[in-house]
Structure formats: structure tokens, C-alpha cells
């Protein structure tokens, strides 16, 4: 948006501020929580749905086209990220996990896309919720599978130390399970996120900025500088977008994992 902006009229240009890039205003006036990042993950849903639909509904003995694609993504998402912390209870959480790596993908990659540009994980209330949701289902797991005390006991006591350990061990075990992993969850989708959206925001303003408001002989170099910077950065998000959608997923099933197989 940035680029636009300037492209169609340089001498209004004006670079916004952390607020302006975060902080959108409701697409409906008078319905304030319908604001661009809502939108953009509603249109990453429906996305992922059409898209899961277009490759699963009518499945082939030899897939071709989406179902390949569709099927390519289910493998990687079953051998690296679901069998490796959940074994032969893999399958059952197989929906959740694919879902929920495509969808904090295409979330992600709103942030490239031209006239969207904003990675909706970006906004830590996406991540927040997600990160919640895999937090009660790995507490209900447990309470079910080993029992309210013994959930807690094999977490906060592991067999085979010194008891004297346990003294400093109970208590980091129990911040560390019960509080530390559910933010960091949510919070590391969240910083990478908004830190790259941040550096090409930056990078991009400094591009266009000294090639269009600014143009001198000493001012391209920087303003080419900008825009090759932008290109880089841009590449290197989208690794950084992948990573934390597998990421993301990745210590789900193992959060999961530990609440349904405590002795590993």
C-alpha cells in the first residue's frame, strides 16, 4: 500500500507510524471489530477450505493438480510434524494440525500479497486464540488420560531424579508448562510476524522515499539500496512465514503429544 500510495501521487506521501501499520480502522463504520486483519482471516478460511474441498472431495486413485499439491502438504504435515510427537495417535489429530498449519500459512502470506499486505498473525489476538485453543486441549487430554493428579505429578515430578531436585524442579516445571509455553507459543507466531512486516514496511519507505520525494545524486544510491532490501527481505519472510506456520503446528503435537504419552 505504501508503494501505491506513492506511485500514484509521491507529494502526498507521508510514512505512517508503527500505529498506522497495525492499528486499522473498521472496514464497516460503527462495526469496530470488522477491521482488515478479520477480513483477511476470514478470507484465509475460505481459502483453506476451497481449497482442501478442490483436492479431497472427489479424490482420485492417482492424484493430479490440487490433489497432488493437497496431498504433498498432508504427508509433510503427517511425517514431520504429526507421527514424530504423537506416533500411532497421529491420525486422529491429523484434521486439526493440517488445518492449522495451512491457515496460519495463508495468514502469513497475506503479508506479500499485493492490496492485502498485512499478515494477520501480526495482530497477537490471532495467535493468542490459537494458542489458547491447543492449551485447553492440552490440559483436557491429560486430566483425561492420566488424571488431574497424576497430570500434574508427572509433570511437575518426572520419575528417576534426587528428591532434592524436585525442590527447584516442581516449581519451573509448573511455570514452564503451565504458563511460559502457552505465551511463547502464541507470542513467537506473533514477534516474527510483526517484525517482518516492520523491516519491509521500512525498507520499502526508504526505497521509495529517496527514488520519488527525495531523488538526488546521493540519494538513489540509498533509494536502490531500499528497494533491493525490500526484494531480500521479502524472499526472506516468506522462508519465515513457512517456518512459523510449521513451527506453530509443530508444537502443538507436541504439547498434545506430552498431555497423551507422559513417559516420553
Request: hydrophobic letters at 60%.
Amino acid at each position: 500500500m505504501i508503494a501505491l500510495t506513492l506511485l500514484a501521487d509521491p507529494d502526498q506521501f507521508k510514512a505512517p507510524t508503527p500505529d498506522e501499520l497495525f492499528q486499522l480502522p473498521p472496514i464497516i463504520a460503527g462495526v469496530d471489530w470488522f477491521t482488515k486483519p478479520v477480513l483477511l482471516a476470514i478470507l484465509s478460511s475460505i481459502i483453506v477450505l476451497g481449497f482442501l474441498w478442490a483436492a479431497f472431495s472427489n479424490p482420485k486413485i492417482v492424484p493430479r493438480g490440487v490433489q497432488n499439491v493437497a496431498e504433498f502438504g498432508y504427508m509433510f504435515v503427517r511425517d514431520q510434524v504429526a507421527r514424530p510427537f504423537l506416533g500411532k495417535d497421529a491420525d486422529r489429530f491429523m484434521g486439526l494440525l493440517l488445518s492449522m498449519f495451512f491457515v496460519i500459512w495463508v495468514w502469513n502470506v497475506m503479508g506479500v500479497i499485493p492490496l492485502a499486505q498485512f499478515p494477520v498473525a501480526s495482530h497477537i489476538a490471532f495467535p493468542i486464540v490459537l494458542a489458547v485453543s491447543v492449551y485447553v486441549l492440552k490440559l483436557y487430554l491429560g486430566f483425561k488420560t492420566q488424571g488431574v493428579g497424576g497430570y500434574f505429578k508427572n509433570m511437575m515430578f518426572p520419575p528417576g531424579l534426587p528428591k532434592f531436585i524436585y525442590v527447584l524442579l516442581a516449581p519451573i516445571e509448573f511455570l514452564s508448562n503451565m504458563i511460559i509455553a502457552p505465551f511463547t507459543h502464541a507470542v513467537r507466531l506473533f514477534a516474527n510476524m510483526f517484525a517482518g512486516h516492520m523491516l519491509i514496511a521500512f525498507f520499502s519507505m526508504v526505497g521509495f522515499w529517496f527514488l520519488f520525494e527525495q531523488l538526488s545524486p546521493l540519494g538513489a544510491p540509498i533509494g536502490v539500496l531500499g528497494v533491493l532490501m525490500t526484494i531480500i527481505m521479502t524472499g526472506f519472510e516468506l522462508f519465515i512465514m513457512f517456518l512459523q506456520a510449521f513451527l506453530f503446528a509443530m508444537l502443538a503435537a507436541m504439547y498434545i503429544g506430552n498431555s497423551l504419552h507422559p513417559e516420553h
